[in-house]
């Protein structure tokens, strides 16, 4: 049975970072393309960064480029995201999953709370 599990996550102020991981299990990702996804209140899922498997292909979105960095180790079926200088729009759930996203893939997430 595959597994996402998320963790990381907290409450930090804003200008704070957090790290989030992500182990995946079950099978290999080591092939897929791997991404960050994210959940605020009222608001969709959105994608926030993504990484081939050749970690060349790193794409983020407009709202976190410059603050987040992802990163993966294939070998140890991991991804991490690096998040600094937070902002308390980044406030959401975050969650991994493959590119494009898999419906039963979707772990419980982490929480990430920026606030003064």
């Known amino acids: 049975q595959v597994q996402l599990v998320e963790s990381g996550g907290g409450l930090v102020q804003p200008g704070g970072s957090l790290r989030l991981s992500c182990a995946a299990s079950?099978?290999?990702?080591?092939?897929?393309?791997m991404g960050w996804y994210r959940q605020a209140p009222g608001k969709e899922r959105e994608r926030v960064a993504s990484?081939?498997?050749?970690?060349?292909?790193?794409v983020y979105a407009d709202s976190v480029k410059g603050r987040f960095t992802i990163s993966r180790d294939s070998a140890q079926n991991m991804l991490s995201l690096q998040m600094n200088t937070l902002k308390p729009e980044d406030t959401a759930i975050y969650y991994c999953?493959?590119?494009?996203?898999?419906?039963?893939?979707w772990g419980q997430g982490t929480q990430v709370t920026v606030s003064s």
């Open positions: 999953n493959k590119v494009p996203a898999r419906s039963e893939y």
């Open positions: 079950g099978r290999s990702f080591s092939t897929y393309i």
């Open positions: 990484i081939d498997w050749t970690k060349r292909d790193i």
